[in-house]
Nanobody
Framework: VQLQASGGGLVQPGESLRLSCVAE???????MYWYRQAPGKQREWVAV?????TDYIESVKGRFTISRDGAKKWSLQMNSLKPEDTAVYYC?????????WGQGTLVTVSS
């Protein structure tokens, strides 16, 4: 199982970015996650999409949207970005009880 994340970059506060993740696996991908790790901080969960819907960390509600773009592809639309959103973003899924992670994509929000 390999996850490939893309879409990071440098943007100004208030701007938008869209991250994408593609899973290369013969297995079904049911639940899809995004995490992030800011400099000097622990990795934190950001968003999840599963059969029952979506959920978000409080700090991104109303600004970020996670979506499923196919059987093995998902995205994170990030609007109204803030400097505190600066982090390396990782996509994640769990297959047969094992965590799989993308390589991370850097998002920098700065004026």
């Amino acid at each position: 199982v390999q996850l490939q994340a893309s879409g990071g970059g440098l943007v100004q506060p208030g701007e938008s970015l869209r991250l994408s993740c593609v899973a290369e696996t013969p297995f079904t991908v049911n639940t899809m996650y995004w995490y992030r790790q800011a400099p000097g901080k622990q990795r934190e969960w950001v968003a999840v999409i599963h059969i029952l819907g979506t959920d978000y960390i409080e700090s991104v509600k109303g600004r970020f949207t996670i979506s499923r773009d196919g059987a093995k592809k998902w995205s994170l639309q990030m609007n109204s970005l803030k400097p505190e959103d600066t982090a390396v973003y990782y996509c994640n899924t769990v297959i047969r009880g094992t965590d799989f992670w993308g390589q991370g994509t850097l998002v920098t929000v700065s004026s």
